[in-house]
């Protein structure tokens, strides 16, 4: 299944993503079975606005931005499917 990663920025205070969280989940729980958020790494820019990173399995983008949509207070800055995963294992010293 195709993986995404879904840039973000939030409408919201750092405070208040928490309650972002749960609701992401409980529209996947609900009304996208095919997804999987498997994680995301949450930062705050300099001028205080909350992004996401995060990693989704999905079926399709438009699966992907139909979530977003339905989660709102948030702008979807970028999706890319994901083309594979590195680690620094897998560039051993020579």
């Known amino acids: 299944m195709p993986r995404y990663l879904i840039v973000r920025s939030f409408d919201v205070t750092e405070d208040q993503m928490p309650f972002i969280g749960r609701r992401s989940r409980e529209l996947i729980e609900d009304g996208y079975p095919e997804v999987t958020w498997e994680h995301s790494h949450v930062v705050v820019d300099d001028t205080g606005v909350v ?7 999905a079926p399709t983008e438009e699966i992907v931005r139909e979530h977003g949509h339905k989660l709102g207070k948030h702008t979807l ?6 083309a594979g ?3 620094p294992a897998d560039f051993p010293p020579v």
Do not use: G, N, P, Q
Request: net charge negative; hydrophobic share 40%; with cysteine.
């Open 51 to 57: 992004r996401t990173f995060c990693v989704y399995d």
């Open 77 to 82: 800055d970028a999706v890319y499917e994901i």
């Open 85 to 87: 995963d590195v680690t």
